[in-house]
Each structure stands twice: as C-alpha cells, then as structure tokens.
C-alpha cells in the first residue's frame, strides 16, 4: 500500500460532531504509539474511508507486527481515531530497518497537518526501538506525497520499481500500474536533523501547521557552488500545446551534478479527468527516473504547486 497522506473523495464524515462547526489545529489531536489490540480499534474504517475495502489490511496482521518490532501510531480527535501510520521490521543486506507501509488520514482532515505530525512520532518511536532508518513507498506522481517526503521530512529516493505491486484495486491505485519510489529517511542523518530542527524554531516561533510552508533551509542555502533550483537543466517540462498535460520529449544526457525532473500538480485530478494522459505520465517517470538513478542520482527535494511539480535529482556524491 502506498505510503504518504493518502485521502479520497468520500463525501461520509466520522468525525466527532462536537468538531463539524470549527477550525481544527494541529493542538487538537493527540498523537501517540498505539500498543494493544484494543487500541486498533477504528483502523479498518480508516482504511475503507481512504483506500477502500478491496487492499485493507486485516488487524490480525498488524497486531502481529506490533508485538514483533512494528510500529503503529495513532492520531487522536477527541477520543476517537482519526489517523494512523503503520510499519513492519524489514531486514536487508544486514541491516534491520522499519519498513512504513500505510499512513492515512481521515479525508475530511486530509489539510490538517497530520500527515507530518505521524511522521515525527513514527520516528521517535523507531528510535526507542533502536532503528535508524525507516522506509516506504509512494507514487512518484503523487505531488502532495512528493512535497511532504522530500521536501518536508527530507527523506530521499534512488529507486524506482515498476509496477511493485501488481494490480491494484482500491479507488486510489486502480486502473494504472503501481510504480514506486523506495524512500529511505535516515533518521540521524544530518539533513533530517536539521529540518526537524528548523520546524522547532519555526513552531517556538508560533507557526501553526509545518506545512503552511517549507520549514528546511532554502536551496540557496545549502548548495553552495551549485546549481540552484532555478538553474539547474531540465528533464523535461509539462506541454500544454495540445489542450492537455503532457511532457515534452525527456532529455536523457543531461550530466549536471542536479537535475529537475517535472510532474502534475494534481495526478489524481488528471487521472480521473484523463486515463490516458494519466498512463502517459506513467511511461515518462518509467523512462526518467531509473535512468537516472543508474546513472548516480538521487531524488533530494520537491516543491511545485496545483499546477506542477519538480523533483530536485542530485548526484549522490553531493549528498
């Protein structure tokens, strides 16, 4: 299942009534590790309100996970369940790591901030635990995914897999094949540290949601001598010649130490509107972004709007 601040279109509400008449703010909900059977409860309604019933995953599994070295944590409104993220011990080439499969959210709260408040205190909890770097999967189309685990927790990607998980039908992935970016956030790495760092000054400050805006160091400040985001070439950029959102033909000799690679603003939006142009999306991130990655590449940051997004690629020798 694909990571990051999943939400859908349902129209349903579950949240408490007493919250229906007023802003909600990230004070509001209590976020806090969920440790016993009992605690789960309110999971499957959360994962039908997002995904649908057809790829939910069952509580026994996840009970399972949890009392060997997973992680669940949950968001609180008034007592009553409202988020989660949930992630499994994962080992590889040595190593043993936290591998983040779901996080949702409510979409009626799909613009409180959630997502990042999850996301911290997964990684306080995998601390605890001994771990030191947590994984996930997401769309690499998926703009609103891009921007929080890129360019907000500052995670960063060097693999794409297509198609990793077969045919998917929830209403989110159905109809198109489940490309992924493995994303690994290391979690004592400096660059993490310093844009959690950042979000503490920024909320001591008075800041209401971390994703009002982006609290990490400009990439004027950290580049140096490098290219800056404004300079670095193109991959490609978004056509709208035609009357729709294509890509240009991708340049693929580019050897830059960074490189922007360009996606929709709303991929949801033009996959419902579009499939075909939503499958033509697919095959350019195909031919893109494992290229280059072969060829040393990272995918390091993300900013874009409703329009469009970039990727920032960046040689891993920079890193």
Known sequence: MTEGPASSDKTTSFLPRSTSDRTLHPNDFVIRPLEESEDLFGLMEIQYAVWGREEAVTSHQMIAALRNGGIIIGAHLEDQLVGFSYGFPGYKEGRAYLCSHMLAVLPELRNAGLGWHLKLAQREAALQKGYSLITWTYDPLQAPNARLNLGKLRALTRSYVP???????????????????????????????????AYSQERAAGAVS???????????????????????????????????????????????????????????????????QAKHWREITRQIFPHYFRRGYAAVDFSGDRESGCYLLERKELL
């Not at 929830?170 to 540290?193: C, M, T």
């Not at 990439?219 to 490098?226: I, Q, T």
């Open 210 to 276: 971390p994703l009002d805006k982006k609290l990490v160091p400009s990439r004027e400040e950290k580049v140096g001598s490098l290219p800056l985001w404004g300079q670095a070439p193109k991959v490609n950029e978004i056509d709208l010649s035609s009357g729709r959102i294509t890509s240009s033909p991708p340049n693929l000799v580019l050897t830059a130490p960074q490189v922007i690679v360009t996606i929709p603003g709303d991929f949801q939006a033009l996959k419902q509107a579009d499939l075909k």
């Open 163 to 197: 198609d990793y998980y077969g045919k998917m039908l929830d209403q989110i992935n159905q109809n198109l094949a489940s490309d992924r970016f493995v994303v690994e956030w290391h979690l004592k790495s400096q660059r993490v540290v310093n844009a959690l760092s």
